[in-house]
């Protein structure tokens, strides 16, 4: 049978295409592997078992999740070694530890006392100890214990010591290099996410809280960092498909992004001077984008389907749930978009996209080589 090329794809649809994911993929494990770090990447951005496997290549295997959906769904994959990383939640307590008991390693996180004790009440007596994880907040300011509070250092040794419990080490994320507005800021992130977890986990080493493991990572942070001395494993995951606010602040370039939206234009409204398309809020995501770079961003960036020709010009500028309105400073080249025409949108947060979608078509070349299942849900 004849395959489908992208533009005869029913639209909207995710596609993803596989040299660019290949290499993403191959110069983040190359990047690890010379930086002596293992990669664990982080599947949220795809919730995908064929793209977990491509990412682990070179490397241990392990993998880090953001849900207990994409923790089963690779269990059932193969993947035996797992970091849930989002501090647990007390209802999801038996679940984790019913897939606990399916795998080699499942490890949790915590970043307050009274999670860790009533995750030692339910493991204690238990055959395994389950891994735990304390959480660092290293200055994104969204979860974690503050490395500055002597009371981070007390939790942690308590931690060390509850029973039921296997204590790991410190994890952390730093998400506030998505604040940065160029490269160059992301190394200063990235330095110091490296500096003050280092630094947490000797203090808690010589305080009697054994930190084994220095787990570390974001995307934007591990696209530049050059020095990952006193970090065990690195956990990014975004980079796989990266996306427009990736390219826009330095972590990539936007023709690397592996994933897009492909759409088909609906309208012409050419007396505003727009067009239409068939992706709107629930396709391409209400994701804001890197405004602080560029206020004008719009929600993605648009090329040809087979993104072979981009439209530098074109923004996405408004969405409603199934509508995108694309506008230009410049006339439209409305020959080169008539009504029907196949669009590929890259959105600028391409793991609230992805999310949006059952499957993927998997594309090369221009031409659907296969169809991979996406792990939603929680
Ligand atoms: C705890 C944690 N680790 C790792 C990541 C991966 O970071 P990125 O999405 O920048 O690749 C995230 C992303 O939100 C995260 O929350």
């Given at each position: 049978m004849p395959r489908m090329r992208i533009?005869?794809?029913?639209?909207?649809c995710a596609v993803v295409d596989l040299s660019r994911l290949e290499r993403n993929a191959a110069r983040m494990a190359e990047r690890m592997t010379r930086l002596g770090v293992r990669l664990r990447p982080h599947?949220?951005?795809?919730?995908?078992a064929e793209i977990a496997r491509l990412s682990v290549r070179g490397h241990f295997g392990g993998v880090t999740v953001s849900t207990l959906a994409e923790a089963r769904g690779l269990a059932d994959a193969g993947f035996d070694d797992l970091t849930w990383?989002?501090?647990?939640a007390l209802d999801r307590i038996d679940d984790a530890l019913a897939l606990g008991a399916r795998v080699r390693r499942l490890a949790l996180l915590v970043d307050h006392p009274d999670a860790a004790r009533a995750l030692s009440a339910r493991t204690r007596g238990a055959a395994r100890r389950t891994p735990v994880f304390l959480k660092l907040?290293?200055?994104?300011?969204?979860a974690g214990v503050d490395p500055e509070d002597a009371a981070s250092v007390a939790f942690a040794r308590e931690l060390s010591e509850?029973?039921?419990?296997?204590?790991r080490g410190v994890l952390t994320h730093a998400?506030?290099?998505?604040?940065?507005?160029r490269r160059e800021e992301l190394h200063a992130v990235a330095r110091a996410e490296r500096e003050v977890t280092v630094r947490f986990a000797e203090r808690l080493r010589a305080a009697g809280?054994?930190?084994?493991e220095v787990s570390v990572g974001s995307t934007p942070t591990m696209s530049v960092v050059e020095d990952l001395s006193g970090v065990t494993e690195a956990r990014p995951g975004n980079?796989?498909?990266?996306?427009a606010f990736q390219a826009a602040i330095g972590s990539?370039?936007?023709?690397?992004?592996a994933f897009s939206v492909v759409a088909t234009?609906?309208?012409?409204a050419r007396a505003r001077n727009e067009l239409l398309v068939n992706a709107g809020a629930l396709a391409?995501?209400?994701?804001?984008?890197p405004t602080h770079v560029?206020?004008?961003?719009?929600f993605g960036a648009v090329a040809s389907a087979d993104r072979?020709?981009?439209?530098?010009?074109?923004?996405?500028?408004s969405l409603s749930q199934e509508h995108g309105e694309l506008g230009s400073d410049?006339?439209?080249d409305y020959d080169a978009l008539p009504i029907g025409a196949r669009v590929a949108i890259v959105p600028n947060h391409s793991c609230l996209s992805a999310a949006?979608?059952?499957r993927y078509h998997v594309a090369r070349d221009g031409v659907v080589v296969d169809a991979w299942r996406v792990l939603r849900g929680w």
């Amino acid at each position: 049978m004849p395959r489908m090329r992208i533009e005869e794809l029913p639209t909207p649809c995710a596609v993803v295409d596989l040299s660019r994911l290949e290499r993403n993929a191959a110069r983040m494990a190359e990047r690890m592997t010379r930086l002596g770090v293992r990669l664990r990447p982080h599947v949220k951005t795809h919730k995908c078992a064929e793209i977990a496997r491509l990412s682990v290549r070179g490397h241990f295997g392990g993998v880090t999740v953001s849900t207990l959906a994409e923790a089963r769904g690779l269990a059932d994959a193969g993947f035996d070694d797992l970091t849930w990383a989002v501090p647990i939640a007390l209802d999801r307590i038996d679940d984790a530890l019913a897939l606990g008991a399916r795998v080699r390693r499942l490890a949790l996180l915590v970043d307050h006392p009274d999670a860790a004790r009533a995750l030692s009440a339910r493991t204690r007596g238990a055959a395994r100890r389950t891994p735990v994880f304390l959480k660092l907040d290293c200055g994104y300011h969204r979860a974690g214990v503050d490395p500055e509070d002597a009371a981070s250092v007390a939790f942690a040794r308590e931690l060390s010591e509850l029973p039921g419990l296997d204590f790991r080490g410190v994890l952390t994320h730093a998400g506030h290099a998505y604040r940065a507005t160029r490269r160059e800021e992301l190394h200063a992130v990235a330095r110091a996410e490296r500096e003050v977890t280092v630094r947490f986990a000797e203090r808690l080493r010589a305080a009697g809280a054994p930190a084994a493991e220095v787990s570390v990572g974001s995307t934007p942070t591990m696209s530049v960092v050059e020095d990952l001395s006193g970090v065990t494993e690195a956990r990014p995951g975004n980079y796989l498909f990266y996306d427009a606010f990736q390219a826009a602040i330095g972590s990539c370039v936007l023709a690397d992004a592996a994933f897009s939206v492909v759409a088909t234009v609906i309208g012409h409204a050419r007396a505003r001077n727009e067009l239409l398309v068939n992706a709107g809020a629930l396709a391409l995501s209400k994701d804001a984008g890197p405004t602080h770079v560029d206020p004008r961003c719009g929600f993605g960036a648009v090329a040809s389907a087979d993104r072979s020709r981009s439209f530098p010009g074109l923004r996405v500028r408004s969405l409603s749930q199934e509508h995108g309105e694309l506008g230009s400073d410049a006339p439209i080249d409305y020959d080169a978009l008539p009504i029907g025409a196949r669009v590929a949108i890259v959105p600028n947060h391409s793991c609230l996209s992805a999310a949006q979608f059952d499957r993927y078509h998997v594309a090369r070349d221009g031409v659907v080589v296969d169809a991979w299942r996406v792990l939603r849900g929680w």
